[in-house]
Structure formats: C-alpha cells, structure tokens
C-alpha cells in the first residue's frame, strides 16, 4: 500500500494497542473482549467488537494459547478420505468441534506405511493441539505408535478396543445381527454374506455377528463370499451368487458391495427380491435410489463424531476418562427384501 506521500509502506495488522487507541479503551478491556470474558460492560463490548470489525483485528490465538494452555484445536489422523464412512465422521468431527469452541487440523494418510503412520503421529504430537483423534483400522495402530502421542489426550475411532485409549465405534455386531435376523424372520432358511477386507475390524465383526446369528436360530453358516468394499467386488460376488438357485438371502457388509451383488443378479435373471433378497450396511445416500430401494443399516457417523470429540474435550478441560457404549444401528426397510420364492413342486401341488 502507499502513503500519503505515495511511499510503498509493507502493510501491518492491526495489534491490540490500536483498537484499544481506537475505541478509546485500555488494552486490558479489549484483551477481555477478545477472549469473551462477561466482565465487560455491554455498550464498552459492543464498541470494542464494533473497531475490531472495522480494522480486521485478529487476536494473537499463539498469545492467547500460552496464557490459557489450549490452542482450541483438535488434531485427526484419518486415511481414505474417499471413502463414505470417513467422509461423514469428518464432517461430524467438524461440526462437532465448531460447537465445542475448536477447530480441526486435519493429517490424512494416502498410505498406510508404517513409517508414515509413525511419522504422522509424531508430527501431530508437535503441533499445536489440545488433543487427538486417530480414524484407523486396528492392525495399522501399533503400541509403539500410540505411545508416541501419550503425551497429549487421544480418542480413537473404529479401531477395536485392544488398546489402553479411549475409543467409540458403531455397534457393527449389533448391525450385522438385525441384517441377518430380518432376512431369517421373511421365511429364508440361510443368509450368505459378502465379506468386506479381511484386515477391517467392522468388516470382521459384521462378518463374525452373522455367523454366530445363523448358529444360535440353528441354521447353515454358508461359505464367505470375500469383496472390498467395492461395487466391483459385489458384482464378482454376485456373480458366483447368481449361479446357486439355493442362494435366497444376501447380507452385503456394505451398500456398494451390495449394489454390485443386485446387478448381477438382474443380469443372471435372478429377480431382486422375488427370486432373492439383499440387505446392505451403511445407508448412504443413494441406497434409497438403488433398482430396488435397498434394505441396508443405518449406521450413525454424527453420533459417533459427536461421542468422540465429547470425550476428547471431556478429557482435555476437565481431565476425565469418559468411557461410550458403541453407537447403536437402525434396520432400515427399503423394498430389496422380501419372503423366499416358493418351490416349484408347492406350486404344482405336489
């Protein structure tokens, strides 16, 4: 910018000397101002908000940590930032904090290599955070690696419980259970199950509450029909599927998978669900539009965004250990399900 004399002069901010100078007040008041203390009359308040709009004032949030030892941000070390349950926890993560007085300072990890791990942990540690939330699976945690953030409070997201830090997760057994028991209670004799990666702790629990649901009503644990998570891996599977007249009831351990799964089947002539039906977990957004609505689980990223920063807050303004149940889950009746086709030979009468 110029002066007067048309001088270049380097711009400067605004310092709390000049809004104090402007508003015909102490720097004390506008630093009380500043941090929202109510010892300030409201007219004087208002005037002080009133230049420090003006003059884009922005209060030294470095200074005010040191005085008060919070930085007001929460630190997230999350990886597949792509993927739908991430996203939404993110955005739950966000919202969450932003009603608590903190803001976010997101590390996310496009690979999974534990030296990057490890140096993500430890770069989070250093920065300027009150606190942290790690998103990862629980084989890409080790021991080691949490160690190096006990320094500041930790809350960790779907990553099992076999750790010493606070953690909240979806109640994926509790899902998986509903699933398997809906299709068990319109007449089908067994559910097969399309199983998302063999290292994801909710697939393995999903897949795991499936088979023990299927056990204790007596009947037949088929086979696992392995996938990723993709659409891609649900068609594969559906395929395989299709090709087994006996096959009548599908649980998809996701809402991808399962629309690969009911593409195939329509391809194979296998009517969705007259001829079989299929149950999802997720719930996104569009399995409301699939060819049929899907039948899927609702899982609640915002409770479980909500629960973890309430603990991490809880444990880093009043030093308490809170401990969650797992968020609970919701059957969600769409038009993918319906009773098992009836036998040619009871139709003919035999």
Same mark, same amino acid.
């Given at each position: 910018?110029?002066?007067?004399?048309?001088?270049?002069?380097?711009?400067?901010?605004?310092?709390?000397?000049?809004?104090?100078?402007?508003?015909?007040?102490?720097?004390?008041?506008?630093?009380?101002?500043?941090? %929202?203390?109510?010892?300030? @009359?409201?007219?004087?308040?208002?005037?002080?908000?009133?230049?420090?709009?003006? *003059? %884009?004032?922005?209060? #030294?949030?470095?200074?005010?940590?040191?005085?008060?030892?919070?930085?007001? !941000?929460?630190?997230?070390?999350?990886?597949?930032?792509?993927?739908?349950?991430?996203?939404?926890?993110?955005?739950?993560?966000? !919202?969450?904090?932003?009603?608590?007085?903190?803001?976010?300072?997101?590390?996310?990890?496009?690979?999974?290599?534990?030296?990057?791990?490890?140096?993500?942990?430890?770069?989070?540690?250093?920065?300027?955070?009150?606190?942290?939330?790690?998103?990862?699976?629980?084989?890409?945690?080790?021991?080691?690696?949490?160690?190096?953030?006990?320094?500041?409070? !930790?809350?960790?997201?779907? /990553?099992?419980?076999?750790?010493?830090?606070?953690?909240?997760? !979806?109640?994926?057994?509790? %899902?998986?259970?509903?699933?398997?028991?809906?299709?068990?209670?319109? %007449?089908?004799?067994?559910?097969?199950?399309? @199983?998302?990666?063999?290292?994801?702790?909710?697939? @393995?629990?999903?897949?795991?509450?499936?088979?023990?649901?299927?056990?204790?009503?007596?009947?037949?644990?088929?086979?696992?029909?392995?996938?990723?998570?993709?659409?891609?891996?649900?068609?594969?599977?559906?395929?395989?599927?299709?090709?087994?007249?006996?096959?009548?009831?599908?649980?998809?351990?996701?809402?991808? *998978?399962?629309?690969?799964?009911?593409?195939?089947?329509?391809? /194979?002539? @296998?009517?969705?669900?007259?001829?079989?039906?299929?149950?999802?977990?997720?719930?996104?957004?569009?399995?409301?539009?699939?060819?049929?609505?899907?039948?899927?689980?609702?899982?609640?990223?915002?409770?479980?965004?909500?629960?973890?920063?309430?603990?991490?807050?809880?444990?880093?303004?009043? #030093?308490?250990?809170?401990?969650?149940?797992?968020?609970?889950?919701?059957?969600?009746?769409?038009?993918?399900?319906?009773?098992?086709?009836?036998?040619?030979?009871?139709?003919?009468?035999?």
């Amino acid at each position: 910018m110029t002066d007067r004399t048309g001088e270049s002069r380097v711009w400067r901010a605004p310092s709390i000397i000049d809004v104090a100078r402007e508003a015909g007040v102490s720097a004390q008041t506008v630093s009380r101002v500043a941090n %929202g203390m109510d010892i300030v @009359r409201p007219v004087t308040r208002d005037r002080v908000l009133a230049v420090m709009d003006r *003059m %884009g004032y922005r209060p #030294n949030s470095a200074g005010r940590a040191l005085k008060s030892g919070r930085f007001r !941000t929460l630190g997230v070390i999350m990886s597949e930032l792509s993927s739908y349950g991430n996203t939404r926890t993110l955005e739950g993560f966000a !919202t969450a904090a932003s009603r608590s007085g903190y803001s976010l300072a997101l590390t996310p990890l496009w690979t999974i290599a534990q030296a990057g791990l490890t140096g993500a942990l430890t770069r989070m540690a250093d920065q300027p955070v009150d606190g942290l939330i790690v998103v990862l699976e629980e084989h890409e945690l080790l021991e080691s690696d949490l160690v190096r953030v006990a320094k500041i409070p !930790t809350v960790v997201v779907t /990553a099992g419980r076999k750790h010493p830090y606070l953690a909240i997760d !979806t109640d994926q057994a509790q %899902g998986a259970r509903l699933a398997t028991e809906h299709l068990l209670s319109l %007449g089908h004799q067994t559910v097969w199950h399309i @199983r998302g990666p063999e290292n994801s702790h909710g697939a @393995r629990d999903r897949a795991q509450s499936w088979a023990d649901t299927l056990r204790a009503h007596g009947r037949v644990v088929p086979p696992i029909v392995p996938g990723d998570w993709s659409a891609a891996s649900g068609y594969a599977a559906g395929r395989r599927l299709a090709a087994d007249p006996s096959v009548t009831a599908v649980f998809a351990s996701n809402d991808g *998978m399962a629309l690969g799964a009911m593409r195939a089947f329509h391809e /194979a002539g @296998r009517d969705v669900p007259g001829s079989v039906s299929v149950v999802g977990f997720d719930d996104m957004e569009l399995s409301a539009d699939f060819q049929p609505p899907l039948t899927t689980v609702h899982q609640y990223f915002d409770r479980v965004a909500v629960a973890a920063v309430g603990m991490l807050v809880d444990r880093i303004e009043h #030093n308490r250990h809170t401990v969650a149940d797992p968020v609970p889950t919701e059957l969600i009746l769409r038009a993918s399900t319906a009773p098992p086709p009836v036998p040619r030979a009871a139709l003919a009468g035999i």
